[in-house]
């Protein structure tokens, strides 16, 4: 079965930082894009930012220029740092394949809260 594991959330205040983790099987990290998605209650599932197997990025317009995603083909691992959190950036948190679909496995993900 396949797993993804995602860490790192918390609770932070606005203007704060987390660095999120997500650790996934080899067999779908190595040539897959992998990417970080968030789901906020009554809301629908966003991609946030993604990464290509080399290393190309993309970022949705309301974390551009603040959140950063990486990759650890070594340890498959990606990561997303985010600074500069905002209220709005409250959510859980989860990484997958992108593009993922809603039918797609999908681990526990990881709750972010910036509240003060």
């Known amino acids: 079965q396949v797993r993804l594991v995602e860490s790192g959330g918390g609770l932070v205040q606005p203007g704060g930082s987390l660095r999120l983790s997500c650790a996934a099987p080899g067999r779908i990290f190595t040539f897959a894009s992998m990417g970080w998605y968030r789901q906020d209650p009554g809301r629908q599932r966003e991609l946030v930012a993604a990464?290509?197997?080399?290393?190309?990025?993309h970022y949705a317009n309301s974390v551009k220029g603040r959140f950063t995603i990486s990759r650890d083909n070594s340890n498959n691992t990606v990561y997303l740092q985010m600074n500069s959190l905002k209220p709005e950036d409250t959510a859980v948190y989860y990484c997958?394949?992108?593009?993922?679909?809603?039918?797609?496995?999908w681990g526990q993900g990881t709750q972010v809260t910036v509240s003060s």
């Open positions: 997958n394949v992108a593009p993922a679909s809603e039918s797609d496995y």
């Open positions: 990464i290509t197997s080399d290393s190309r990025t």
